[in-house]
């Protein structure tokens, strides 16, 4: 028993002065919790941190900066939330899960310091803000895409009739186009085919399957599991002939056809923008949470040469 | 001294962590160690609990029937998972992984990806926190009670005849059978009482961290599995009663390791796993050894091992 009390002691001795050494910074510190690697998703936190330097502050010379990236595993990112909750003056969740684990973090430790979010889709349904002015002490952008503006580019080619839309059905940010997506379709007249995966393996046969069905068309929402697979589709929708719209670029020029998407450097700045105003102090109920306001058209060139499928002359002219 | 404060101070949740994980812990050596079977569907299980709790909770449940509801589900799916070894004859690994992908669809419609708890309504940390308003100090308090519970209940009914039965079964199914025991039905037993305390755990932790999402449990099974090996490489001792206790304390030490890895300044998280496999191996390596050494031991000082000794 002696022997395990010592070891016991050995982790407590070790726990506490390593804590300390990160607590005892003197600048204002800002964390960063992002759930996981991925393309678009850092593109927004450089953006935020640009932009922070842009307005003078920069990491290392009057702010500290700590990232932390718990890969997807949920129990670490609330640890992590924790520990930055605790020991930052300013705290910024990248997508849904991380925003609300510092959310709750923030408001158990009996703190009231800002927790900005960005890449939410949803923030009102994911439960992060009341509205977009009503937020207590959370403020961020969002990034839901033009869902229907997207859908509607089916109707400029000929011939398309029946769409598929590919998704993983854990990510709530895809349950939300979903529903977009599928109203469009009604509106404009177009079939919808689910294709509701739950892992990036099932991504080629759920395809392959879809277009088994008949669809001309493929809907890429902003989908971090499908993102992240894009390029193993690339030779079937070439060789198929399948338009396929993508809400964010990356998605477009790894496989894609073309799309109005994201630019999640741009929200990033935005986020940015509202840290700075922060951090000068203006009072967070001015802020206002907003949405992703331009959607530049991003056009893949190599599959309509591939495919000769001929891109309609207004969206050339865009 | 103000214990509340310190852990804010020091910025760590490893308490809270180490407590729930603890009782995840449990259901984990239940099946792993006494079953002797590796029972996948933890990690489909506990955002299950969780995503129910806290749906249940969004739709007007009491915070603590919502707990009650999905630990009782949880046990349901046990039976599910133990039912396929026993009736159809599927191997129990093959059984508890196939009720893990079943799992993921309930998971994903209840929770449309995503389940967060509603503005107005009280998890069973809130309803405590109005005793003494600090939060961080409630959560520990009501988990340490759970925990507490728990264990007090497990080590209680592992020493009845119908608990040590259980234990007979795992250890030699062959000598269990021998001796009128129904392995069938302990088999079974066991994986309700497992899968119950797995439920358990998920649905108190959707609470504490009030979201929960469909994807969230990959990789339950072995921070469980971690905490079992960590413990018995602290405590030495083989007994039940401080193979229990070593849970308890394994759960915190394990979350104190990966938060001190967190803090460490510059380290860079996208290696996270790599480190965390890193500590998995050198954890095991020294169980292993430890178990061979103890063993090369016990081979000198009696040379007839007994293998059908079950331990009290």
Wanted: charged content about 15%; some cysteine; hydrophobic content about 45%.
């Amino acid at each position: 028993m002696k022997k395990t009390f010592g070891k016991l002691l050995l982790v407590a001795a070790c726990a506490v002065p390593m804590s300390l050494v990160s607590c005892s910074e003197p600048l204002t510190q800002i964390g960063i919790l992002q759930v996981i690697t991925h393309n678009a998703l850092g593109l927004d936190r450089t953006g935020f941190i640009e932009e922070l330097k842009d307005e003078g502050y920069e990491d290392g010379k009057n702010i500290k900066i700590i990232t932390d990236i718990p890969e997807g595993d949920t129990s670490t990112e609330n640890s992590m939330a924790t520990q930055l909750a605790t020991s930052c003056d300013l705290v910024f969740g990248i997508a849904t899960s991380s925003a609300l684990a510092l959310k709750t973090a923030v408001s158990d430790a009996n703190k009231s310091i800002p927790v900005l979010y960005s890449a939410v889709t949803d923030p009102v349904s994911a439960k992060l803000i009341k509205s977009n002015t009503d937020h207590g002490n959370v403020v961020g952008t969002s990034d839901a895409g033009p869902t229907e503006k997207n859908i509607a580019l089916f109707k400029k080619f000929t011939g398309i009739e029946k769409i598929g839309m590919i998704y993983n059905q854990a990510e709530s940010n895809s349950q939300v186009q979903k529903e977009e997506c599928k109203a469009a379709c009604q509106d404009l007249g177009l079939t919808y085919v689910d294709g509701g995966i739950t892992s990036a393996s099932e991504i080629a046969s759920t395809v392959a399957g879809m277009i088994g069905q008949g669809i001309k068309g493929l809907f890429i929402p902003t989908d971090n599991t499908v993102a992240s697979a894009m390029s193993s589709l690339k030779e079937t929708l070439i060789e198929k002939k399948i338009v396929t719209v993508c809400a964010d670029k990356a998605s477009t020029d790894n496989g894609g056809s073309l799309g109005y998407s994201v630019d999640y450097s741009l929200l990033g700045k935005t986020t940015g923008k509202m840290a700075a105003k922060l951090l000068k102090g203006e009072d967070i109920s001015t802020l206002v949470c907003s949405k992703s306001d331009s959607f530049p058209l991003e056009v893949n060139e190599d599959f309509f040469t591939a495919t000769g499928i001929a891109l309609p002359s207004d969206i050339e002219a865009e | 001294m103000n214990w509340s404060a310190v852990f804010q101070f020091i910025g760590t949740d490893a308490p809270t962590q180490g407590l729930i994980w603890a009782i995840v812990a449990l259901g984990v050596y239940l099946s792993f160690k006494i079953l002797n079977v590796a029972d996948m569907s933890v990690d489909s299980l506990f955002p299950f609990a969780g995503i129910v709790s806290l749906t249940l909770i969004n739709v007007g449940v009491p915070a603590l029937l919502s707990l009650l509801i999905a630990t009782l589900l949880g046990m349901v799916v046990g039976f599910i998972n133990a039912a396929l070894h026993v009736y159809l004859k599927i191997n129990p690994l093959l059984a508890s992984i196939i009720v893990m992908i079943a799992l993921y669809t309930p998971n994903v419609i209840i929770s449309k990806g995503n389940v967060t708890l509603a503005e107005n309504m009280n998890t069973i940390f809130m309803t405590f926190d109005n005793i003494w308003n600090n939060m961080i100090a409630t959560k520990i308090v009501v988990l340490a009670l759970f925990v507490l519970g728990t264990f007090i209940l497990i080590y209680w009914f592992f020493g009845t005849e119908i608990g040590l039965s259980v234990r007979a079964s795992g250890k030699n199914e062959t000598m269990a059978k021998a001796n009128g025991i129904n392995t069938n039905k302990t088999y079974i037993l066991g994986l309700v009482i497992s899968d119950g305390l797995i439920a358990l755990a998920g649905s108190l932790y959707g609470q504490m961290s009030k979201h929960f999402s469909a994807d969230a449990g990959r990789g339950s099974i072995v921070i469980g599995l971690a905490i079992i090996f960590l413990g018995e490489v602290i405590f030495a001792n083989k007994s039940f009663k401080m193979s229990l206790i070593s849970l308890a304390v394994g759960g915190l030490i394990y979350w104190l390791i990966i938060d001190i890895i967190i803090e460490i300044p510059s380290f860079n998280t996208n290696y996270l796993n790599l480190t965390k496999a890193l500590f998995m191996t050198v954890i095991i390596g020294i169980y292993e050894l430890k178990k061979k050494l103890a063993k090369k031991k016990n081979h000198q000082e009696m040379p007839k091992d007994n293998p059908e000794e079950v331990t009290a």
